[in-house]
């Protein structure tokens, strides 16, 4: 592992790490497409974009044998190639243009080493980190991880967002880093410094203080203006949601596009971003659609150009429905609910969704006003009108399948991508209009009120004291474990790279645990030791007595997701003495509350002490 006592050392050689790929990404950009915009900084962001797909696509489709999602962007980047006349020569590079990545990369790795996740999106991405790692061991692009070695049926391509994890895998390969720190802190930083290098294409002088300031804007609580009750907060930013980090990513150049008027490469990349998440198709296909409808009433595309560009979405929408029904998994924990049952369901409570949809809209129509009013009044131009109505049609289609579609899991994701584009197009118009201040006094008053604001309302959420600690130290001690304790787990797991281990919970710990979390496909206790081990392959031990025991006539719903794991793995839901699965060499060791009692001491070894929440139970003579 590439390691230091320091996490700020780590940082900056990560920062390399993203500088390297970044320049790898925009030659190969370059050489293969060498796609030009309308000044050097969107056509570098965007050559790197470009380039950064390709890698992603030769590198899964290595791995997975071609059974891929990368598969649809493999043909649209084929076609671009093909298409360029120039390949392999561009004009020589403008290293001028390239400055600002040079400060803009280490800022940015250090800032998100600063920062600290909310506990619910941590146990995300811990469970993001697993499917970059089991990418290269069971060679399956889907998200049940370790379980492919338990079980064949569970082999093939299942719809996800696996672009950031599929450069994690990549990152991993040439250094020894962990997949979970590859992620958190080489992968999301690298993207959201291409993005901010991205968003200095929009303005046109004090490049520095502009990336401060988007770094600054990008933390601010937009989601405060959730005002009107629907219950569901319009977040925007992504250090709050790091899937968000790739949504902005895909937005920079479908922006690009709309402004410049290139509406066949609007397409081929909104294409391209259909395969970096599958959520997010309807949303982005559906407001691509209506928006070329709405410009051919406007007669700015013709009506034959109308039909080949949709075609093309009809194809890839296709294209995707038939791949992964070809190398779908036979066994399946989503829980699917029949379509007249969700129709049903919303219809049941009409009121409810009618409301949430209603304000929802109203939410993000005030930030979307927002722009528009800074845009027409402060900037003066209309080279943002074509972006307004393609992310109000993105809000209207997001929201209306959130709502209309409640009962499906994971539903609240729909709007998530209208949601960033409503952050992001807030963003860039302060951007674009402190710019145009004429006055430097004025403009250097207003970014210094912002930044202040800024770190004010986000120093909550990140500290400088992390930076003496190594990355991994700062988030295992953050999870109620000593550094005793960590050391010992750490010198156990060190004596065999194969160890299995698994997490037991008592009824006690249930009132912790919702039923949905139970199934251990997410959520497992005692994930942290992935900052230990790649091997975090943790098992929910409990029997299905215990998962089961607070389930009744009005939560029984909730307990779907359990139920279908006990059903598909009984072996590990059926014994209710622990001390079983050591005798059995199920298991080696396992992680626990200190609420679960009656261990076999004569069995295991128990790390333990009196600040750690946790006990460490790991199987005598191994």
């Known amino acids: 592992m590439i390691g230091s006592s320091y996490s700020i050392i780590q940082l900056l050689i ?49 791995i997975t044998e071609f059974k891929t999602i990368n598969l649809l962007s493999s043909i649209v980047l084929t076609y671009l190639c093909f298409k360029n006349n120039n390949r392999f020569k561009f004009d020589k590079l403008n290293y001028k243009e390239l400055i600002p990545i040079l400060y803009i990369f280490p800022v940015v790795f250090i800032l998100y080493g600063c920062y600290t996740l909310p506990t619910s999106i941590e146990y995300d991405v811990r469970f993001y980190s697993k499917i970059a790692y089991s990418f290269r061991e069971f060679k399956q692009e889907n998200f049940y991880h370790f379980y492919n070695q338990y ?44 993005i901010s290098f991205g968003v200095l294409g929009f303005i046109r002088s004090n490049r520095f203080l502009t990336f401060l300031l988007f770094l600054c804007l990008s933390t601010l609580p937009l989601y405060m203006i959730s005002i009107f009750g629907s219950g569901f907060p319009v977040y925007t930013d992504f250090w709050m949601r790091p899937n968000f980090i790739t949504y902005y990513y895909i937005l920079l150049p479908l922006f690009y596009f709309i402004i410049e008027k290139k509406w066949f490469n609007l397409y081929l990349t909104v294409i391209l971003g259909g395969t970096v998440s599958v959520i997010i198709i309807p949303c982005l296909f559906g407001s691509t659609f209506l928006l070329s409808l709405f410009l051919v009433y406007r ?22 429905f038939f791949l992964f029904k070809l190398f779908a998994p ?147 001690l953050q999870n109620n474990v000593s550094g005793n304790w960590v050391q010992q787990v750490r010198t156990y797991l060190n004596t065999n790279e194969k160890l299995k281990g698994g997490f037991v919970l008592c009824k006690a710990d249930l009132n912790d645990l919702d039923p949905k979390s139970r199934s251990c496909v997410t959520i497992q206790m005692g994930s942290f030791i992935s900052y230990l081990t790649d091997n975090c392959n943790l098992p929910n031990l409990t029997c299905k007595d215990t998962l089961l025991s607070d389930k009744n006539s009005k939560n029984k719903d909730s307990f779907e997701k359990v139920e279908k794991w ?43 002490d009196s600040e750690s929440k946790f006990l460490f139970l790991s199987k005598k003579n191994h």
């Open 14 to 62: 990560f920062s390399c790490i993203g500088l390297l790929l970044f320049v790898i990404s925009l030659l190969v950009g370059l050489m293969l497409y060498n796609v030009k915009l309308n000044n050097t900084i969107k056509t570098y962001f965007l050559n790197s974009f470009l380039g950064i797909f390709t890698i992603v696509c030769l590198y899964s489709c290595i």
């Open 330 to 476: 036979i066994v399946n924990l989503v829980i699917n609910h029949s379509f007249k049952d969700i129709v049903f369901q919303s219809l049941g409570i009409w009121k409810a969704v009618l409301h949430s949809i209603t304000t929802l809209f109203i939410e993000c129509s005030l930030l979307i006003l927002s722009a528009f009013l800074i845009s027409k009044y402060v900037v003066k131009t209309n080279e943002f009108k074509n972006i307004f109505y393609f992310i109000i049609l993105q809000v209207i289609i997001g929201v209306i399948l959130f709502q209309g579609l409640n009962r499906l899991d994971n539903s609240y994701q729909f709007p998530y991508f209208s949601y960033s584009s409503c952050g992001f197009i807030v963003i860039i118009t302060i951007l674009v209009a402190i710019d145009y201040f004429k006055n430097n006094s004025v403009k250097f008053s207003v970014v210094g009120i912002l930044i202040i604001f800024c770190l004010y309302v986000f120093n909550s959420s990140y500290s400088l004291k992390t930076l003496s600690v190594s990355l991994e130290n700062k988030n295992l």
């Open 566 to 608: 006990i059903e598909a793995f009984p072996i590990y839901t059926e014994e209710c003495n622990v001390n079983e699965y050591f005798k059995s060499n199920k298991i080696d060791y396992l992680i626990c509350s200190k609420k679960l009692l009656n261990f076999d001491t004569s069995l295991v070894t128990i790390i333990s």
């Open 299 to 320: 007669k700015v595309i013709f009506r034959k150009n109308f039909i080949l560009l949709n075609t093309l979405l009809i194809v890839a929408c296709v294209l995707n």
């Open 151 to 194: 079980n064949t049926l569970f082999h093939g391509v299942t719809p996800y967002h696996y672009f950031e994890m599929w450069i994690t895998s990549l990152i991993t390969l040439p250094f020894s880093i962990k997949a979970i720190i590859a992620l958190k802190y080489v992968t999301y930083p690298f993207f959201i410094s291409s």
